[in-house]
């Protein structure tokens, strides 16, 4: 039997502790260029709402643009009637635009 990587053991202790949670996810992709938003209700297996800076057609700072999508995804919530959400950072570090995006969602007023 193979060893999981790091970042296979942390996408797995992360998301087993969102999904236990029983609330809406807010799940978290990065690449390299762009950085993609989605909430996701799993008790039913739909996305209610998703937002990228591709979609968007952002440019500029990565760091600033992942805010933007940030207040963008919380704007989205908002007009379905979301106000809490749990934060799925999967397999990423909170840490530089995953951080930014969370501050930028809520700021925008969702609440995680």
Not at 63 to 77: D, N, P, S, W
């Amino acid at each position: 039997m193979a060893r999981l990587s790091t970042e296979d053991r942390r996408k797995f202790r992360v998301r087993n502790a969102v999904k236990s949670s029983g609330r809406l996810r807010l799940s978290v992709h990065r690449s390299l260029l762009h950085i993609y938003a989605q909430i996701i209700d799993d008790s039913k297996g739909q996305t209610l709402a998703a937002v990228s800076s591709k979609s968007l057609k952002l440019s500029g700072n990565k760091t600033e643009v992942a805010k933007k999508v940030g207040a963008a995804i919380a704007e989205a919530a908002r007009a379905k009637g979301i106000a809490q959400v749990v934060f799925d950072r999967g397999s990423f570090k909170y840490h530089g635009r995953v951080k930014a995006l969370a501050d930028g969602a809520r700021e925008g007023g969702l609440e995680f």
